[in-house]
């Protein structure tokens, strides 16, 4: 596992996006596995600002996202296929036929899991899986349990993970109370794993992910085992850490 501290939030963007970056002009018919939230913003701003200087191709890439609410649509503000066409998708020149997200409309559970499961595999896997990480150890939803989850599954969102995402929605029922998202397993088979953490509120459980027990119960724990782990974070998400 490789930890790269840095000063502020900014410096952090930069230094992430400069790793997907990498990524793309090695290979650039690369899978990113991407995530939505707050942390990743910085960095898909960098990523813009190197398209639109001349300096990065996304044409023949493509993506698959963590998660997705169950039972919203992309045109639905609050999700996630939204969040990255805002962010992303609409700013750079990816494919959008070669960006794919769970389909959060889809109402079968099993269909939607199982289909997001095949275009995974059929894609032929994540060379690089971008995440952030949830205030109780979470990577994409896979909330802390009694063991890891595999594969793509539907959740039932847990109340802290209700409570931070209210800030996005005008109050909090109307935060959707599950997701469909990537199991443990999906994301421990992406070739590389880059993770990035912001904030002195993530400061304690950073900790607890990098220098405590893997267990389910802080399901980023499992990252530990994983052999090409890059954590970039900020001096403030650092200041807790035992080692
Ligand atoms: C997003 C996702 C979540 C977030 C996590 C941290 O697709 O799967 O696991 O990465 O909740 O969110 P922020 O970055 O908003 O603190």
């Known amino acids: 596992m ?5 000063k502020n939030y ?3 963007s930069k230094k992430a996006a400069n790793i997907i970056a990498a990524q793309i002009l090695i290979k650039p018919e690369c899978v990113l596995g991407l995530a939505t939230g707050s942390s990743p913003i910085g960095t898909y701003d960098r990523l813009i600002k190197y398209y639109e200087d001349g300096d990065l191709d996304f044409s023949t890439i493509s993506s698959v996202n963590l998660d997705e609410y169950r039972g919203l649509g992309p045109d639905d503000d609050q999700s996630y296929n939204y969040f990255m066409n805002e962010h992303l998708f609409s700013k750079v020149n990816i494919n959008k036929e070669r960006t794919f997200l769970p389909n959060g409309l889809e109402k079968d559970a099993d269909k939607a899991c199982n289909d997001y499961n095949n275009t995974i595999e059929h894609i032929g896997g994540i060379d690089l899986q971008l995440l952030g990480l949830g205030h109780n150890g979470h990577i994409g939803f896979n909330e802390p349990d009694e063991s890891f989850p595999i594969s793509v599954h539907c959740v039932d969102l847990t109340p802290s993970t209700i409570e931070a995402n209210t800030r996005f929605f005008e109050n909090e029922d109307m935060v959707p109370k599950q997701a469909y998202t990537m199991g443990i397993g999906n994301i421990l088979n992406a070739k590389k794993i880059l993770v990035v953490v912001s904030g002195k509120d993530k ?5 607890t992910v990098i220098n405590g027990p893997v267990t389910p ?3 980023a724990s499992i990252l530990q085992l994983h052999k090409d782990v890059t954590f970039v974070i900020d001096e403030d998400a650092a200041s807790k850490l035992e080692k």
């Open 2 to 6: 490789k930890i790269i501290t840095t």
């Open 10 to 12: 900014e410096e952090l």
């Open 203 to 207: 400061a304690e459980i950073l900790n």
């Open 217 to 219: 119960l802080v399901p």
